[in-house]
C-alpha cells in the first residue's frame, strides 16, 4: 500500500504541473475581415467613389441609348420585311450591324476605364494605412494573433461568424 500511495502522489504531482503548464499556453486567436465590406464602407460617401458611380452610370445610360436604338431598327426591319421592301430591310440589318459593333467596342473600352478606376481605388494608401492602423489595433486589444482577409477564400474554407470582426473595423473606422 506504501508503494502504492507514492505511487499515486507521483501521478498527482505530475497531473497538477501537467495543468499548471497547459494553463500557462496561449491559444492562438484567428479573427478574420471581410475587406471587401469595410472598403465599401470607408469609400461610400467619398468624391473618388461618387465619381466612379457616376462614370458607371453614365457609361449604362449610353449602353441602354444604344440598345434602344437598336431594337428600333430591328423593329423598322422587320416592318420593310413585311412590306417585301427587301433592299431597305438589308439597309437596315447593315446599319443594325455596325450599331452592335459599336456597343461591343464601347462596353470593353468602358469596363477597362471602369476596372482602371477601380482598382486605383482599391489600392488607395490612405484607406489601406488607416485599415492596418485599426486592425492591429484590434488584433493587440482582442488578444489575436493572426486576422485573416475573407477576399483570399481560397485559404480559407470555413470560420465561425465568432471570429468575423469586419463590423467593429467598420465601427473602429468611424464608418
Known amino acids: 500500500m506504501n508503494k502504492f500511495s507514492k505511487l499515486l502522489a507521483v501521478v498527482f504531482v505530475l497531473f497538477a504541473c501537467s495543468a499548471g503548464l497547459f ?23 467619398s468624391a473618388p467613389v461618387r465619381n466612379y458611380e457616376k462614370k458607371k452610370a453614365e457609361f449604362q445610360a449610353e449602353i441602354n441609348k444604344r440598345t434602344e436604338e437598336i431594337r428600333q431598327l430591328q423593329q423598322k426591319k422587320l416592318e420593310y420585311e413585311k412590306n417585301g421592301n427587301d433592299s431597305m430591310a438589308l439597309k437596315t440589318e447593315s446599319e443594325i450591324t455596325k450599331k452592335k459593333d459599336y456597343i461591343t467596342e464601347y462596353t470593353n473600352a468602358k469596363n477597362v476605364e471602369l476596372e482602371s478606376m477601380q482598382k486605383s481605388l482599391q489600392t488607395s494608401d490612405d484607406f489601406y494605412k488607416k485599415l492596418y492602423n485599426t486592425l492591429a489595433r484590434i488584433a493587440e486589444s482582442g488578444g489575436y494573433s493572426m486576422i485573416l482577409s475573407l477576399q483570399d477564400a481560397n485559404a480559407i474554407l470555413w470560420y465561425s461568424s465568432s471570429v468575423d470582426i469586419t463590423e467593429q473595423v467598420i465601427s473602429d473606422l468611424g464608418l
Do not use: L, M, P
Open 23 to 45: 494553463a500557462q499556453q496561449q491559444i492562438t486567436k484567428f479573427g478574420v475581415v471581410d475587406t471587401a465590406k469595410v472598403y465599401n464602407a470607408y469609400f461610400r460617401t
